[in-house]
């Protein structure tokens, strides 16, 4: 991928999809912009074509875009959407086009009011957030979990750079929520999710966060089966959540 100066309309990414509304990318109604590739490998991947950076799965084709021909697009849906949500994939592996393209919704007169969100699975360096922090809103960041061997299983990566990426995020006010997805007899273990409150209350006691049951559709093939979680279990959940610190939690 050539390198993407931050500030031109005509700047590449490689994109997988793109979604002109979605009511589930964020705060009211989105447009979505799924990058292509990811630096993990997720079990409960829910979009595991979006995964390969370079050899797409068949049936799957992704495009290079530019900015410009994005901005068309996004102008076409401004008067029904609120913002616009960089997704993936994992966004921040091409974050200078994300920042090319928030920078241009910034700047351009028609778009400006909507704002720009990143849905992330944290596993970003400081300098990226840096990079991005001038025309983000906000970041929803994936935690898988906070126990490093259960997160490792999970995605096969360390979680040394999401947890830095929620504080660092919280600490300059753009952590918009943190999203926990849980399996059922994987992360959602009581005395885990005490401690993964007891942590995030750390950085704020009124955080967002997001609960999100594991749903088999759409993932892949995996020995042994996942297991999705009930709703009264992922009811539980919160309330252990809300046991540690008044957090805004939601269920889905």
């Known amino acids: 991928m050539p390198r993407v100066d931050a500030n031109r309309l005509d700047a590449v990414g490689y994109v997988a999809d793109t979604i002109s509304f979605s009511s589930v990318d964020g705060p009211g109604n989105r447009f979505v912009v799924f990058m292509q590739g990811c630096n993990f490998d997720c079990v409960?991947?829910?979009?595991?074509?979006?995964?390969?950076?370079?050899?797409?799965?068949?049936?799957?084709?992704?495009?290079?875009?530019?900015?410009?021909?994005?901005?068309?697009?996004?102008?076409?849906?401004?008067?029904?959407?609120?913002?616009?949500?960089?997704?993936?994939?994992?966004?921040?592996?091409?974050?200078?086009?994300?920042?090319?393209?928030?920078?241009?919704?910034?700047?351009?007169?028609?778009?400006?009011?909507?704002?720009?969100?990143?849905?992330?699975n944290g596993a970003a360096d400081a300098e990226v957030w840096h990079e991005l922090a001038p025309v983000i809103d906000g970041a929803m960041i994936d935690l898988k979990c906070l126990d490093a061997d259960i997160h490792r299983e999970m995605t096969g990566q360390p979680n040394d750079q999401v947890l830095a990426s929620i504080e660092h995020l919280a600490s300059r006010g753009l952590l918009y929520e943190v999203r926990l997805l849980l399996l059922a007899g994987v992360n959602d273990a009581d005395d885990l999710l005490v401690r993964t409150g007891r942590w995030l209350a750390t950085n704020d006691p009124e955080m967002r966060v997001k609960l999100i049951g594991f749903r088999r559709h759409g993932t892949r093939p995996h020995a042994p089966a996942l297991v999705e979680p009930t709703p009264e279990a992922l009811t539980h959940a919160a309330a252990v959540l809300r046991t540690v610190a008044p957090f805004d939690v939601c269920v889905i």
């Open 44 to 120: 409960a991947c829910h979009n595991p074509q979006t995964i390969p950076g370079h050899a797409p799965l068949e049936g799957h084709q992704p495009r290079h875009r530019r900015v410009d021909d994005l901005l068309e697009e996004i102008r076409a849906a401004a008067p029904f959407i609120r913002g616009v949500t960089a997704s993936g994939g994992e966004a921040t592996r091409q974050a200078r086009f994300v920042r090319a393209l928030f920078h241009a919704i910034k700047n351009d007169t028609a778009l400006a009011h909507l704002g720009c969100l990143i849905d992330s």
